[in-house]
């Protein structure tokens, strides 16, 4: 029987289980979103001092959800579902075992529902990190515990489809540039969930008696062998996602794919260094050990991604320009769809991703300059440029690629698709910019109160950071509108999209049969070809000076601010 | 077209790298050496690094060390906390328990102290206002830097590591003399 259909829009072959899991993970995920969205809302409405709306145990319990189903089981779901896109979808093969994708999938979906239902009974706010010995329920271990596996098992049944795609030579030549930024991704998360298991079962016995004792410091350099490895995977699949945006909106090739694979190897080299970042003011860490790790080496994790922040744009560049866009320093960009919000959520993405998220996750992550920067809201900030306007508006702009072309249906309410990236993105931005401001002024992260109301001695903030958190909180309810009219336009394209092809009905959609039977005309797809032979391919001129200036301007930026830092850090206490 | 398709060129990794792409890793790569050095550099001219002593410690045994130096240097008391003035040069202690930073310091200016920081419970975040420096304090460790405080005034100590409902009132405080 047919397993196949080919998308007459896009021409991407998709494998009837491989399309069910995409689905379904995808789906979940974008529910983990809404929850995590909602309780955003009680997160930013608490922290604008005028308005304080939550009281203190609401708070920690919704700031613990909040971070919980965004980080984790949002971006994690929908990683799954990029996987099997990369895998299957992009190498024209069957997806290897599906049932255990399944098994993979459901473990998930246990193991975040248990964690909810843990930290929603209001006896586990330990907030994401849950360091030890503040200790939650045994099921809010158990649920992440039981979330890795299932993600662990996922991420095997990608491996093993690029072994069905290779033995069964469903492409010539080696594999896509976007399947192989997958594989990064792939390759990360096992270390990623294999650091996880290693202290959260330890921690789980000691939620339940077993164990006596867990080593505070211990728990804090695995855990984050866990907690920051993880975003790392989410690097790697939105760098890809940004190369696949490229090649279907513009017909972008990759520069060079020697440059753009080589970055994404230093990904696995060296990204996984980066848990030194969470452990560079805890007591007795070698200096050596910090300087060594918490610069990747030598940087040379930030080296890939300011290749890529090269590459990317720069093959959209190249493109625009071959199709005469090429007046000026800046034509191809000007004239670039950005009424098309995959393209707008994806350059939104990079450029707050490298301008925003990238510079300040360097200067924080810098030995000495953390010691002003730990623990206080420009962490959030830092990472909010980087997993929420890097890799969730990314996700949300491949999501609206994805409707049509995996779902099979049209947009609901284009307009608000439209305009959802610039909502989201500019909201986000603005909230990112003013914690950044408030953090800079000391004021801390996970913090109900920035009054002390009910301490013993007083201390007052300066009115300027009472400012900036008002002013950040505004453009956070604007970013939780932008994440509402994604929500919208996704979960409305669902219900009432209209149908692009005969669908088996909504509830078979999810459980093995997408779409009719009659959709699934494909024996076995054509091999993959690889791309075409291009005259003009191997040039060795300045094929796209925009970004050229783009990379330069982001780097004095880069430079100005570093050195800004030092000579803040320069006037604190000696301390030695 | 090709992001997605398997490379034009077999021998992908033989395709030689634009000028462009040469030039910017060079860039790229020269800044990412000046920053690996900026941190060893500013470890032998730069005054703001953290030691790394640390001892393995108990609540128990930190907590008395903290008692014995106020039995000593107590001068003074406010809000129900002693306030202590050690000599220059002396080991200081302060702990974080839930809610506070225990006990109030009063130091000299521009005098070195030997700070000890631990925690009784669960880990605390000893961040010092206005000033703005920032540490994690952890459970079963003793961390020992060398502080000069170089400013007078009032200081004071908030707590920015979640420790449960009471995190917000926990606020100590540091005097600094001429």
Redesign the interface.
């Known amino acids: 029987m047919a397993e196949f259909r080919v998308c007459p829009d896009s021409g991407f072959y998709f494998h009837k289980s491989a399309e069910s899991l995409m689905k379904v993970n995808a789906v979940v995920g974008i529910v983990a979103l809404l929850i995590a969205g909602l309780l955003a809302l009680g997160v930013v409405l608490t922290r604008w001092q005028e308005v304080h709306w939550l009281p203190?145990?609401t708070f920690?319990m919704v700031l613990t959800a909040h971070g919980i189903n965004a980080l984790i089981f949002w971006i994690i779901f929908f990683e799954m579902a990029v996987l099997y896109f990369a895998s299957s979808t992009?190498l024209r093969c069957r997806v290897a075992t599906p049932a255990w994708g399944w098994i993979g999938f459901f473990l998930m979906l246990i193991g975040a529902v248990m964690n909810n239902v843990a930290v929603f009974s209001g006896s586990s706010s330990v907030?994401m990190t849950s360091?030890v010995?503040?200790q939650a329920e045994p099921h809010f271990y158990l649920g992440l515990i039981l979330f890795a596996v299932g993600a662990l098992i996922q991420v095997f049944v990608f491996f093993g489809t690029l072994v069905v795609a290779q033995t069964e030579k469903t492409?010539?030549?080696?594999?896509?540039?976007?399947?192989f930024g997958a594989i990064t991704a792939a390759i990360i998360a096992v270390f990623t969930i294999a650091s996880g298991a290693i202290i959260l079962i330890p921690t789980f016995l000691w939620s339940i008696g077993y164990v006596s004792h867990i080593?505070?410091?211990m728990y804090?350099v695995i855990w984050w062998g866990m907690g920051h490895s993880s975003q790392q995977i989410n690097v790697s699949a939105h760098v890809s996602i940004w190369?696949?945006v490229?090649?279907?909106l513009f017909?972008?090739?990759?520069?060079?794919?020697?440059?753009s694979?080589f970055a994404f190897l230093l990904y696995i080299l060296f990204l996984q260094l980066a848990s030194a970042h969470h452990?560079?003011?805890?007591?007795?860490?070698?200096?050596e050990w910090k300087?060594f790790n918490?610069?990747y080496a030598?940087?040379?994790a930030?080296?890939a991604s300011?290749?890529h922040g090269?590459?990317v744009p720069?093959?959209m560049e190249v493109a625009q320009r071959r199709k005469g866009f090429t007046k000026g320093l800046f034509e191809w960009l000007r004239k670039a769809p950005w009424g098309n919000p995959v393209f707008s959520g994806t350059f939104i993405a990079i450029v707050t991703f490298g301008f925003i998220g990238g510079i300040t996750g360097?200067v924080m992550g810098?030995?000495?300059i953390?010691?002003?920067?730990?623990?206080?809201i420009y962490v959030p900030a830092h990472f909010h440029a980087t997993v929420v306007t890097g890799t969730t508006l990314t996700f949300m702009a491949i999501t609206y690629l994805l409707i049509p072309v995996l779902f099979r249906r049209q947009l609901f309410l284009p307009w608000v698709a439209k305009m959802q990236p610039y909502v989201f993105g500019g909201g986000m931005t603005i909230l990112i910019l003013f914690m950044l401001g408030a953090g800079?002024?000391?004021v801390?992260?996970?913090?109900?109160?920035?009054d002390?109301?009910?301490?013993?001695?007083?201390?007052e903030?300066?009115a300027i950071a009472y400012t900036m958190m008002a002013i950040g909180a505004i453009g956070g309810v604007l970013g939780i509108v932008g994440g509402g009219m994604f929500l919208l336009v996704a979960v409305g394209s669902l219900l009432f999209g209209k149908k692009l092809e005969a669908s088996a009905g909504i509830m078979e959609s999810f459980a093995g049969k997408p779409l009719a039977d009659s959709v699934y005309n494909v024996d076995k797809p054509e091999v993959?070809?690889?791309?075409?032979?291009?005259e003009e391919?191997?040039?060795?001129?300045?094929?796209?000076p925009g970004t050229?200036m783009l990379?330069m301007l982001l780097?004095v930026t880069?430079?100005v601010y570093?050195f800004i830092n030092?000579k803040y850090?320069?006037s604190?206490?000696?301390?030695? | 077209?090709?992001?997605?398709?398997?490379?034009?060129?077999?021998n992908?990794?033989k395709?030689?790298?634009?000028?462009?792409?040469l030039i910017?890793?060079a860039?790229?790569?020269v800044?990412?050496?000046i920053?690996?050095l900026?941190?060893?550099l500013?470890?032998v001219y730069?005054?703001?690094?953290?030691?790394?002593?640390?001892?393995q410690t108990t609540p128990a045994k930190f907590g008395a060390k903290v008692e014995e130096m106020i039995s000593q240097y107590k001068v003074g008391e406010?809000?129900?906390?002693p306030v202590v003035a050690p000599p220059v040069g002396s080991d200081v202690y302060m702990l974080g328990r839930l809610w506070?930073w225990y006990p109030i310091l009063k130091l000299k200016k521009d005098q070195e102290y030997r700070l000890h920081?631990s925690s009784m419970?669960?880990?605390h975040?000893w961040?010092?206002?206005?000033?703005?420096?920032?540490?994690?304090?952890?459970?079963?460790?003793?961390?020992v830097?060398?502080?000069?405080?170089?400013?007078a005034g009032t200081f004071?100590v908030?707590?920015?590591?979640?420790?449960?409902?009471?995190?917000?009132?926990?606020?100590?405080?540091i005097y600094v003399e001429e």
């Not at chain 1, 391919?537 to 796209?544: I, K, M, R």
């Open positions: 203190a145990d920690y992009l907030m360091y010995p503040m492409y010539e030549g080696s594999v896509p540039l976007v399947t080593d505070a410091e804090r190369y696949l490229a090649g279907v017909g972008a090739r990759p520069m060079s794919e020697k440059v694979r452990i560079l003011v805890d007591p007795g860490i070698s200096t300087i918490t610069s030598m940087y040379l930030v080296l300011m290749i090269l590459t720069g093959s360097v810098t030995e000495q953390n010691l002003i920067i730990h623990n206080t800079t002024m000391g801390s992260r996970r913090h109900w109160d920035m002390f109301a009910g301490a013993a001695m007083a201390f903030y300066p993959l070809a690889m791309a075409p032979q291009l391919d191997h040039h060795e001129g300045f094929e796209a050229f990379a780097l880069f430079v570093y030092w850090l320069a604190v206490w000696p301390l030695g | 077209m090709t992001s997605f398709m398997p490379p034009a060129d077999r992908w990794w395709v030689p790298v634009g000028r462009q792409e910017w890793i860039i790229a790569l800044w990412c050496i920053m690996f900026m941190m060893p500013w470890h730069g005054k703001q690094n953290l030691s790394t002593e640390a001892y406010e809000a129900g906390m506070q920081l419970d669960w880990q975040g961040s010092l206002q206005p000033d703005n420096i920032n540490l994690q304090i952890v459970p079963g460790y003793d961390m830097l060398k502080v000069t405080p170089d400013k004071s908030i707590c920015n590591e979640y420790c449960g409902i009471g995190h917000h009132t926990m606020v100590g405080k």
